[in-house]
């Protein structure tokens, strides 16, 4: 019986991601990352492992939080990186956040009002 329950949790396609929604950025990488994980069982999703994967995919996110809709949504809640300064070096325009990571670089227009 615990070898049936734990093949339904964690192999049967009854938990199988279908829909997965970033809440916090309409990024176009971010969001390609999220299709990524479409069709993976929602339970052996791992927190560091996304965290790290959206923000390989988008350095501007500075933390995730996965909430998990039973039995076929997931929602990233995403908190982006909020600029500090700009750095000008070799034309090259550099956004540094709080803690001094650099998480954006060029010319982008999200900056420009900061």
Same mark, same amino acid.
């Given at each position: 019986?615990?070898?049936? *329950?734990?093949?339904?949790?964690?192999?049967?396609?009854?938990?199988? #991601? !279908? @829909?997965v929604k970033i809440i916090g950025t309409d990024a176009? +990488? +971010?969001a390609g990352f999220a299709q990524d994980l479409e069709g993976k069982n929602i339970? *052996? *999703?791992n927190q @560091? @492992?996304? !965290? @790290? =994967?959206? #923000?390989k995919a988008f350095p501007p996110i500075s933390s995730v939080t996965i909430i998990r809709g039973l039995p076929h949504?997931?929602?990233l809640q995403v908190t982006l990186r909020k600029p500090k300064l700009k750095w000008l070096t070799n034309s090259t325009q550099s956004i540094i956040d709080e803690a001094g990571?650099?998480?954006?670089? =060029?010319d982008s227009s999200d900056y420009q009002s900061f």
């Open positions: 019986m615990v070898i049936g *329950l734990g093949w339904f949790l964690f192999r049967s396609p009854y938990f199988q #991601i !279908e @829909t176009q +990488a +971010a339970f *052996l *999703l @560091t @492992t996304i !965290e @790290t =994967g959206l #923000i949504s997931i929602h990571y650099v998480f954006d670089q =060029g």
